[in-house]
T-cell receptor
Framework: NAGVTQTPKFQVLKTGQSMTLQCAQDMNHEYMSWYRQDPGMGLRLIHYSVGAGITDQGEVPNGYNVSRSTTEDFPLRLLSAAPSQTSVYFC??????????????FGPGTRLTVT | GENVEQHPSTLSVQEGDSAVIKCTYSDSASNYFPWYKQELGKGPQLIIDIRSNVGEKKDQRIAVTLNKTAKHFSLHITETQPEDSAVYFCAATRDTGRRALTFGSGTRLQVQP
């Protein structure tokens, strides 16, 4: 198993540009999520999905869109990049049931700089 | 929503000593508390977790304790080794609703050889 993969590893954007961060998992996990990590602030949830076709907002959703057309893929779209979106982005997935949450597996991250 | 506070932000110990990292949470409905280790340039990796029906859990040199009444939980690493040097994050969540993790701000642990 490759686990959770993310592309690209690094990206530099100009203010106003758009792009998609890719995330894929091969563990057949229903639950997938996107976090951003900023210095001294831990990880904060952007969007999450409990299954194909179902997405919802997290703690810091503004400026980002997601979709979940398959179980494996959960791309994150930046609509119009701003310097405040400079961060490291992590995708995570986990098995889940209605009653329990299980270990979340994180990808290696995408380091994004917006100039 | 949930709020998780983590202390200390940095911790330096001598090899072989113990290290303790503490977290408090605000949502009394939270019932799952994982700890993650993050090495430089990598994603967080789960090292141990505990659920609210258990007060303590051990895995070799690592242990976690949970005090539901006081709403705090702690990570204990014994016989520290240089490879334990990393950033450690605590997190909390509940089994219902978003089931999304709320993270503490992290502790940078440095183990001096």
């Amino acid at each position: 198993n490759a686990g959770v993969t993310q592309t690209p590893k690094f990206q530099v954007l100009k203010t106003g540009q758009s792009m998609t961060l890719q995330c894929a998992q091969d563990m057949n996990h229903e639950y997938m999520s996107w976090y951003r990590q900023d210095p001294g602030m831990g990880l904060r949830l952007i969007h999450y999905s409990v299954g194909a076709g179902i997405t919802d907002q997290g703690e810091v959703p503004n400026g980002y869109n997601v979709s979940r057309s398959t179980t494996e893929d959960f791309p994150l779209r930046l609509l119009s990049a701003a310097p405040s979106q400079t961060s490291v982005y992590f995708c995570a997935s986990s098995y889940s049931t209605a009653g329990h949450i299980y270990e979340q597996y994180f990808g290696p991250g995408t380091r994004l700089t917006v100039t | 929503g949930e709020n998780v506070e983590q202390h200390p932000s940095t911790l330096s110990v001598q090899e072989g000593d113990s290290a303790v990292i503490k977290c408090t949470y605000s949502d009394s409905a939270s019932n799952y508390f994982p700890w993650y280790k993050q090495e430089l340039g990598k994603g967080p990796q789960l090292i141990i977790d505990i659920r609210s029906n258990v007060g303590e859990k051990k895995d070799q040199r690592i242990a976690v304790t949970l005090n539901k009444t006081a709403k705090h939980f702690s990570l204990h690493i014994t016989e520290t080794q240089p490879e334990d040097s990393a950033v450690y994050f605590c997190a909390a969540t509940r089994d219902t609703g978003r089931r999304a993790l709320t993270f503490g701000s992290g502790t940078r642990l440095q183990v001096q050889p």
